[in-house]
């Protein structure tokens, strides 16, 4: 049974940084693509960064947010700096047998999602 653990959410105030991590177990197949997405309360959830052969982002979190990977761990990163009250919102792991693309949606795997919270 896949299994996607994230850990790291938080609360912050406005400027400040969080990592999230996810570390994926029960794997079947190996994964060539995770990533992130993250819903916020009334919105739609949106793709925020992805990392297989190359990387992703969505265009409110590049330069901002670094999205990385540790293969021999299964595990990945969102190092987010200069956050925003508008980047408060639920954020989930994802992971997919399939190679990422730009504007991804239909991975197969999902976490249970992290809590970010930034206070102005």
């Known amino acids: 049974q896949v299994q996607l653990v994230e850990s790291g959410g938080g609360s912050v105030q406005a400027g400040g940084s969080l990592m999230l991590s996810c570390v994926g177990s029960?794997?079947?197949?190996?994964?060539?693509?995770m990533g992130w997405f993250r819903q916020a309360p009334g919105k739609e959830r949106e793709g925020v960064a992805s990392?297989?052969?190359?990387?992703y982002y969505s265009y409110s979190v590049k330069g901002r947010f670094t999205v990385s990977r540790d293969i021999a761990k299964n595990t990945v990163y969102l190092q987010m700096t200069s956050l925003k009250p508008e980047d408060t919102a639920m954020y989930y792991c994802v992971a997919d047998q399939n190679e990422c693309y730009l504007g991804r949606t239909d991975f197969r795997y999902w976490g249970r999602g992290t809590q970010v919270t930034v206070s102005s």
């Open positions: 990392s297989g052969g190359r990387t």
């Open positions: 029960g794997y079947a197949y190996s994964i060539r693509c």
